[in-house]
């Protein structure tokens, strides 16, 4: 159990799909952050959000769309999704948006057919 | 530039020590944090360090030096359940994490 709850935990979905990721933080952290892990490549900032404002968006394109209603639950809306979007798309809170420790969830693995 | 290098693979012999590296090169500096991610788990946070020297914990100790932009992560009595990857992380004056590819190790019995 690591306090931060990531489902589903596998998905595939053709191009032309719509779909939803969702995560929820239960440690009372202020900052949200979505990740995306290909193999063998360094982990790369999606989205953050702090205290429900988005505060980063590293270039990511408009087909993933985030969401954070409260500062415990945060979406990534997926849809027209390509093949190279297959990957490991890994949730994380922190208390602050500063250097305080990530805690992240198991992470969703998704295949893009 | 924002560059971090670690071994992308090492091996050890279970109950031995084994030391991983890392060097960075990041505009602003605001701390160094290594991870250890099982295989198809979660990252987990391991250490965070800020200023030079070493810190113990336990089997895993960090260390740093700022002026060399360089960081190891030092495991001893190696089990293996340390069999995993771990992670290098630098947070930029934005504080925004610098990640590296991760150095996978492999622990022999």
């Known amino acids: 159990e690591t306090g931060v709850t990531q489902t589903p935990r596998h998905l595939v979905m053709g191009m032309t799909n719509k779909k939803s990721l969702k995560c929820e933080q239960h440690?009372?952290?202020?900052?949200m952050y979505w990740y995306k892990q290909s193999a063998k490549k360094p982990l790369e900032l999606m989205f953050v959000?702090?205290?429900?404002?988005?505060?980063e968006n590293n270039s990511v394109p408009s087909r993933f769309s985030p969401e954070c209603p409260n500062s415990s639950h945060l979406f990534l809306h997926l849809h027209t999704l390509q093949p190279e979007d297959s990957a490991l798309y890994l949730c994380?809170?922190?208390?602050?948006?500063?250097?305080?420790?990530?805690?992240f969830g198991n992470g969703t693995r998704l295949t893009v057919t | 530039g924002q560059n971090i290098d670690q071994p992308t693979e090492m091996t050890a012999t279970e109950g031995a020590i084994v030391q991983i590296n890392c060097t960075y090169q990041t505009s602003g500096f605001n701390g160094l944090f290594w991870y250890q991610q099982h295989a198809g788990e979660a990252p987990t946070f391991l250490s965070y360090?800020?200023l030079d020297g070493l810190e113990e914990k336990g089997r895993f100790s960090s260390f740093l030096s700022r002026s060399k932009g360089y960081s190891y992560l030092l495991l001893k009595e190696l089990q293996m359940k340390d069999s995993a990857s771990y992670l290098c992380a630098d947070m930029d004056s934005n504080y925004q994490l610098i990640w590296g590819a991760g150095t996978k190790l492999i622990i022999k019995p």
């Open positions: 994380a809170s922190s208390q602050d948006g500063e250097a305080s420790p990530l805690h």
């Open positions: 440690l009372g952290h202020n900052a």
């Open positions: 959000y702090n205290f429900k404002e988005q505060t």
């Open positions: 360090n800020v």
